[in-house]
């Protein structure tokens, strides 16, 4: 009882953490197929970024790899559902966003390159 009373406000974080966890979730399989991709199409423009920025340009097989990795820890049934053929078109589709995006904007610029 002592434990409870001494750690309530850590008991009520987790589930507002859990809660929300869930909530989105549900709001996530409630879209229709085609949001679903564009949602994760969307995402994967935050990844491909992130994999620029560890990994650097001239590294595609890595970067696919990396953005893969990232993909199955947040999403596992993309290993299911989705073809890696498919879902490596939708990362050239991000790479080729990244890239106009680097070409334009001096702050995406600055955040993966570090400038």
């Not at 879209?31 to 340009?57: C, H, P, Y």
């Not at 097989?61 to 993909?71: G, I």
């Not at 820890?73 to 890239?99: C, H, Q, T």
């Amino acid at each position: 009882m002592n434990w409870l009373i001494n750690n309530w406000a850590l008991i009520v974080a987790a589930a507002a953490c859990i809660a929300a966890v869930v909530t989105g979730v549900i709001k996530f399989t409630k879209l229709s197929r085609e949001q679903q991709i564009e949602n994760l199409k969307e995402w994967l423009k935050w990844a491909v970024t992130e994999a620029e920025k560890e990994l650097g340009s001239g590294t595609g097989q890595l970067k696919l790899r990396r953005v893969y990795d990232l993909a199955l820890a947040k999403f596992p049934w993309i290993a299911r559902l989705v073809p890696f053929e498919e879902f490596s078109m939708w990362v050239d589709e991000a790479l080729i966003w990244l890239s106009k995006q680097l070409e334009s904007n001096k702050a995406i610029t600055n955040m993966v390159k570090g400038d």
